[in-house]
């Protein structure tokens, strides 16, 4: 596994224990539509109905979306089941994470 990927993976964890995230499609798009969620991120091997919809959604209310890791590890990572998605409640994880994972085009955390 790669040092980037070990780090995001362990930014979701620490996130997490702080109560920072939310997962599962409804808390997920609950914390969007309530302007709450400062990134989303969807895992690698959603199904194509789901990552279209967190697309559109992410798209329509300016949030910051990312396809990352599979299922079982966003879920390890949460002390939880398999995730298929999950959103960053944190500025700071969320920045911190965009970081790692060099995301650019669009997102509201590239320096200006």
Sequence with gaps: MSDNRNKI?????????????????????????SGKAY???????????????????CTYYQVPICFFGKKDELGHRMGKEIRASLAVLDEGFAREMVKQM????GSKYESQ
């Design 9 to 33: 993976l362990n930014l979701i964890g620490l996130a997490t224990k702080a109560r920072k995230t939310v997962s599962g499609e409804f808390s997920t798009e609950k914390a969007v539509k």
């Design 39 to 57: 990134l989303v991120v969807v895992a690698d091997d959603a199904s194509d109905n789901t990552r279209k919809k967190f697309t559109n959604m």
């Design 102 to 105: 060099n995301i650019n085009g």
